[in-house]
C-alpha cells in the first residue's frame, strides 16, 4: 500500500463556492478521516501519488445534533493535471446498499440529499486518478446542512503527483478490470518490466483486505473471484518484487 503523508495547515484557498456564510447557526457536523483524526473546515490534506495511480480515501461526516439534518456533498475541482480525473461516493452509515447511498461520475459536482439523524453519518470516498504526468492536483469537497448553509465542513485535498524513482526501477503495466462492474469474476492483465515476481492485494474503502495472492510470473492474467465480496467499491493493487505498485478499482454490484 502507498505510503500516504497527511500534514494538516489552515491553506484557505479563494473561492466563493466554498466560502460559509457568517453567523452562530449550531454545526451540527464532525467530520473525521480514514485514521479517525478530526477534520476542521478548511483544513488540507496532503498527497503523494504515483502516475496514472488511482488514490481513494474516506471521510466519516457524523450528525452530532439532537435533530435530523439533511446533507448534501459538493466537489470542486480546483486544478487537475493533465489526463486526471475524480469522482467520490457517499455512503449512509457506511451501507453501500442504503437507497441513499450512491456513487458519483466525475462531471458530477455534488450529491443528492442524506438524511442524517442523530448519531447517523455518511462515509465519503473520494476518489482520484492521476494523468500520466507529474504535477500538482487540487479538489475541494463540502458537506453542508441544505437549510442552513453555515452549518457546514469543507476540506482541500492537495495530490502531488510524482514519477520519482519510477523509471530506474522498472515499471508495472496494469490494464483495466473486466468485467467492470464484477459479474463475480474480474480478469486483469498484468506486465513487470524489470521484475519476474510480484503481489496482488484487494481493499475494501476501509482499508479491509479482501483478497491476496502471489504473483510468481513476470506477465500474464489474474483471475480474481469477486463473488464472496459484498456490494461497493474495492482498491485492487498489484505490486511488482521492487515495491512498483499500480492501483485499480473494481465495482462490485
Known amino acids: 500500500m502507498m505510503k500516504k503523508t497527511i500534514l494538516k495547515a489552515a491553506l484557505v484557498l479563494s473561492s466563493a463556492f466554498f466560502c460559509s456564510a457568517q453567523g452562530n447557526a449550531q454545526v451540527t457536523s464532525e467530520m473525521r478521516d ?3 483524526n478530526a477534520v476542521v ?3 488540507t490534506i496532503y498527497f503523494w501519488v504515483g502516475v496514472g495511480q488511482l488514490h481513494v480515501w474516506n471521510f466519516n461526516q457524523y450528525n452530532m445534533s439532537a435533530n435530523s439534518v439533511t446533507y448534501k456533498f459538493y466537489k470542486n475541482n480546483v486544478s487537475l493535471t493533465s489526463g486526471s480525473s475524480t469522482n467520490f461516493c457517499v455512503f449512509h452509515n457506511n451501507d453501500q446498499a442504503d437507497p441513499q447511498s450512491q456513487c458519483y461520475i466525475p462531471t458530477v459536482m455534488q450529491s443528492g440529499n442524506f438524511v442524517t439523524d442523530p448519531g447517523e453519518f455518511n462515509t465519503l470516498v473520494t476518489d482520484f486518478t492521476s494523468g500520466p504526468n507529474p504535477g500538482v ?3 475541494r469537497y463540502k458537506v453542508s446542512d441544505i437549510n442552513n448553509p453555515s452549518d457546514s465542513i469543507d476540506l482541500t485535498l492537495i495530490y502531488n503527483v510524482t514519477a520519482v524513482g ?3 526501477q522498472g515499471s508495472t503495466t496494469v490494464g483495466e478490470p473486466y468485467p467492470n462492474p464484477s459479474n463475480g469474476n474480474v480478469s486483469v492483465s498484468f506486465a513487470f518490466s524489470n521484475a519476474n515476481s510480484g503481489t496482488a492485494v484487494a481493499t475494501d474503502i476501509n482499508g479491509r483486505v479482501v483478497y491476496s495472492e502471489a504473483i510468481n510470473a513476470p506477465n500474464g492474467i489474474l483471475n480474481v473471484e469477486t463473488s464472496g465480496w459484498a456490494n ?6 498489484i505490486a511488482d518484487e521492487n515495491g512498483i505498485a499500480t492501483r485499480r478499482k473494481i465495482v462490485v454490484e
Do not use: P
Open 137 to 139: 492536483s487540487v479538489v
Open 166 to 168: 519510477i523509471a530506474e
Open 232 to 237: 461497493g467499491v474495492y482498491v485492487l493493487t
Open 34 to 36: 480514514f485514521y479517525s
Open 41 to 43: 473546515t478548511n483544513d
